[in-house]
């Protein structure tokens, strides 16, 4: 167990549809990075925030969006969902950013849109 | 999107024998990478580190090598078990920009 978790495990919904996937780091991490991971795909990049502000952002699109609370918890809220959305996606956590920031993974959403 | 590369993307070995992964990479500004192993179902569990002033590191049964001159990453896993089966994922940070990429995946597989 990484201490990362994240909810719900597994998520089922329509297109056009808005869904908040949830995350909770490891006690004392103040990083939550998000990914996504197509099948048989790497892991995609989409965006880190650190002590709740965004620190780094890759290739989110538009529809998507995320925050880190001042707990520390973060959300990730995809909309207008489309078939291709339908991927595992992971919240990795770490005390902090940088060099030597080793990042615990979550056991990942897995997000089918129908 | 970014991504850092890899060379296989199936590798099959012998259960005892020696495997090597190797990856690619891109940003010679990325001065931390990171191995992780992926087992079906899980999230990336992380393997070892090495940081860019070093070309070699050693943990149990595994060994990453950086060669910086051609950016190219390797793990090196002795003594291969059942249990090695899994994707192993390289990645890259670059402290600049904290943020954290992955390359593609190789499969390893584990032949009794």
């Known amino acids: 167990d990484s201490g990362v978790t994240q909810t719900p495990k597994h998520l089922i919904t329509a297109t056009g549809q808005r869904v908040t996937l949830r995350c909770s780091p490891r006690?004392?991490?103040?990083?939550v990075y998000w990914y996504q991971q197509s099948l048989d795909q790497g892991l995609q990049f989409l965006i880190q925030?650190?002590?709740?502000?965004?620190?780094a952002k890759g290739n989110i699109l538009e529809r998507f969006s995320a925050q880190q609370f001042p707990d520390l918890h973060s959300e990730l809220n995809l909309s207008s969902l489309e078939l291709g959305d339908s991927a595992l996606y992971f919240c990795?956590?770490?005390?902090?950013?940088?060099?030597?920031?080793?990042?615990?993974f979550g056991q990942g959403t897995r997000l089918t849109v129908v | 999107g970014e991504s850092v590369g890899l060379h296989l993307p199936t590798l099959s070995v012998q259960e005892g024998d020696n495997s090597i992964i190797n990856c690619a990479y891109s940003n010679s500004a990325s001065d931390y990478f990171i191995w992780y192993k992926q087992e079906s179902g899980k999230g990336p569990q992380f393997i070892i580190d090495?940081?860019?002033?070093?070309d070699k590191r050693q943990g149990q049964r595994v060994t990453v090598l950086l060669n910086k001159t051609v950016k190219h990453l390797s793990l090196q896993i002795a003594a291969t078990q059942p249990g090695d089966s899994a994707v192993y994922f390289c990645?890259?940070?670059?402290?600049?920009?904290?943020?954290?990429?992955f390359g593609q995946g190789t499969t390893l597989q584990v032949k009794p």
């Open positions: 090495i940081r860019s002033n070093m």
């Open positions: 925030y650190y002590n709740g502000e965004e620190r």
């Open positions: 990795a956590s770490s005390v902090g950013w940088g060099l030597n920031t080793e990042a615990f």
């Open positions: 990645a890259e940070l670059s402290s600049n920009t904290g943020k954290l990429i």
């Open positions: 006690s004392g991490d103040l990083s």
